[in-house]
């Protein structure tokens, strides 16, 4: 569900000991500019990650080749906090509640990810022509990507909007898509955000009203500098990114409430072998507690899953 990131490569990190870095937020306009525009909360600085071992009886679930070769290839969305971000910089191994997932499970099957970021709305694709092994970036469970991907679920996330700070127009909450009509939404592109606002165009007609606008942004930076500045009405994303945003003061966003509800999961091509394997790890980190903590670290404990489910119908 999240917006993309840089193309640079990464190893697997387990350990968060930085700042977040100054909020940033890239300039509409030529060039690539970005705009300073205030500092972020500090990061957490527990790692949870750091204690968890091999097991196993869990790893045996591998297949025997990838259990040899020890490593897998995994695409990561490195978009924006608390799923996954920079830190420092480009420079910077990215940080957040995907990457420390991803490498907790990685150490119970005692394997190496070898870790790339890549645009969010080519990670999926790039699964099923063999790329990638698994793909992590808030991908949301849903009957259309059920279609062609398998999914192991780790949190339970979903669809929310913001507007910016001050702006009591739509309330507290956006329920239905006609409380939109006339507005213009951004929101990422590739996103499970762009296909319910192109889906449901025909809301306002059927009302007998204007119909709303769909801004598609490429870098979330810029999706938030367009809020600010007006240029859109209202944001489209993640329920947990956008209660991290407007907890953070320079955002200057006010969360208008869950829309509707999706499981997040690791993306796998169909027919992936992996699933079974990456299903009993993330059970064993909600069993021994890893898991748990490492919600609490990054402020999402809310969206914890009792267990961890493969391709689980979308909800209703």
Not at 144 to 156: C, G, H, M, P
Not at 273 to 288: E, G, H, K, M, W
């Amino acid at each position: 569900m999240r917006t993309p990131g840089p193309r640079t490569r990464f190893r697997a990190v387990t350990a968060v000991g930085a700042l977040l870095p100054l909020l940033a937020v890239a300039a509409c306009g030529s060039g690539d500019a970005t705009t300073t525009v205030g500092q972020s909360s500090p990061a957490p600085t527990d790692n949870p990650v750091a204690a968890v071992r091999k097991v196993d009886t869990v790893a045996a679930l591998l297949p025997a080749d990838i259990r040899k070769a020890g490593i897998l290839r995994i695409g990561s969305s490195i978009g924006a906090p608390p799923s996954a971000y920079l830190p420092g910089g480009s420079d910077a191994q990215p940080v957040g509640l995907d990457i420390d997932i991803s490498n907790a499970v990685a150490k119970v099957l005692g394997i190496t990810l070898n870790r790339q970021a890549a645009s969010f709305e080519t990670i999926l694709p790039a699964l099923g022509s063999g790329k990638y092994d698994v793909g992590t970036g808030n991908f949301g469970v849903t009957s259309e990507r059920l279609r062609s991907i398998d999914f192991v679920t780790y949190i339970d996330d979903g669809q929310g909007f913001a507007v910016r700070a001050g702006n009591t127009s739509l309330g507290r909450q956006v329920s239905n898509l006609g409380q939109l009509c006339g507005l213009t939404i951004g929101t990422g592109a590739g996103t499970t955000f762009e296909a319910t606002l192109n889906a449901q165009r025909d809301v306002c007609a059927k009302a007998g009203r204007k119909p709303y606008q769909v801004k598609v942004f490429a870098e979330s930076g810029a999706l938030v500098t367009a809020l600010q500045q007006g240029r859109i009405d209202v944001e489209m994303s993640t329920i947990n990114g956008l209660r991290y945003q407007a907890a953070q003061p320079a955002a200057r966003t006010t969360f208008l409430g869950e829309f509707h509800r999706l499981d997040v999961g690791f993306a796998f091509k169909r027919g992936s072998p992996l699933t079974r394997a990456f299903q009993a790890a993330v059970n064993r980190l909600i069993s021994d507690g890893t898991y748990p903590r490492i919600l609490r670290k990054w402020g999402v404990s809310a969206s914890a899953i009792p267990e961890s489910r493969i391709d689980p119908p979308e909800h209703k």
